[in-house]
C-alpha cells in the first residue's frame, strides 16, 4: 500500500469519491502504532531557571526521532519538487516499509513528469511513547518513537507535466498521521540513526492550517 503522502496530497488520479485513508500498517519491530510496550513518559519541558540536568536516554530518543522526522518531511517535499532528482536521499530519512513506499510513488510520480509546488508544514508534532528495547535488532526488535504529526499542506500544489494541478477539490488541508520512528543502528548510532519506518492516518479532529 502507497503511504499517506497519496492522501496527505489528495491527487485527484487516487482521491475520488469519498476521502479515505491510506495506510503503512507494518512497522519496525512488529509493533502497531496503537501498542505500546515498556513505553516511556512523553518527556515534558522544564520551569525551573537553573541549569538543564543531561538528557535521560529517552529524552534524547524524543528528540532526535522528532528532529529526523521533520527532516523526512522536508527531503520528501524537496524530492517531490524536483521530478529529476535522485531517490538517494530517502535511505537518510527513512526505513522498511515507509522507504519502500516513498521509494515507489516518487519514481511513479517522476515517471509520469509531475511535480510538487510549496512545502508541508508541520503544525504539530506530539511524541507519544518512546521504546528502547533494543534485544534483538535482527529480528526487528529495535528501539522506536512513536509520534504523531498534524500536517498541513494548504500551501502546496501538484503539477501533471502540463502544468494542470491534479489536486482533488476537495483535500483536506491538515490532518493527522502515526509515525514509527525507529533506530536499527541504536547502539553504534544513538543520536543520527533514526529513520521513519511507518505511517498511519488518525480519524481526529484536524489542526488549524496556516
Given amino acids: 500500500m502507497e503511504p499517506h ?14 476521502l479515505v485513508l491510506a495506510a503503512v ?8 502504532p496503537t501498542t505500546d510496550p515498556t513505553t516511556s513518559p512523553t518527556p515534558s519541558a ?5 541549569s538543564a540536568p543531561p538528557a535521560s536516554p529517552s529524552e534524547a530518543a524524543s528528540s532526535a526521532a522528532s528532529q529526523k522526522l521533520r527532516a523526512y518531511f522536508a527531503t520528501v517535499d ?4 524536483d521530478a529529476t532528482a535522485a531517490l538517494v536521499p530517502l535511505d537518510q530519512v527513512a526505513t522498511s516499509t515507509q522507504l519502500s513506499a516513498e521509494r515507489r510513488l516518487l519514481k511513479s510520480q517522476h515517471g509520469r513528469g509531475e511535480r510538487q509546488v510549496g512545502a508541508t508544514r ?5 511524541v507519544q511513547s518512546v521504546n528502547l528495547d533494543n534485544s534483538d535488532p535482527s529480528a526487528g526488535k529495535v528501539p522506536t518513537v512513536v509520534i504523531d504529526v498534524c500536517w498541513d ?21 491538515t490532518g493527522w498521521t502515526r509515525y514509527i520512528v525507529a ?6 548510532n544513538p543520536s543520527d540513526g533514526w529513520r521513519v519506518a511507518a505511517g498511519q ?3 481526529r479532529t484536524p489542526c488549524a492550517a496556516s
Avoid at 508541520?122 to 506530539?126: D, E, G, N
Fill in 201 to 203: 492516518d488518525l480519524k
Fill in 5 to 18: 503522502m497519496r492522501y496527505r496530497l489528495g491527487l485527484k488520479s487516487w482521491a475520488t469519491g469519498a
Fill in 46 to 50: 522544564s520551569s525551573s531557571t537553573t
Fill in 78 to 81: 524537496r524530492l517531490g519538487q
Fill in 25 to 32: 500498517t507494518g512497522c519496525a519491530g512488529g509493533t502497531s
Fill in 122 to 126: 508541520v503544525a504539530q508534532l506530539k
Fill in 183 to 188: 533506530n536499527y543502528r541504536y547502539d553504534a
Fill in 153 to 173: 499542506v494548504s500551501k502546496v500544489d501538484v503539477l501533471s507535466k502540463g502544468g494542470e494541478s491534479i489536486v482533488s477539490a476537495n483535500r483536506p488541508d
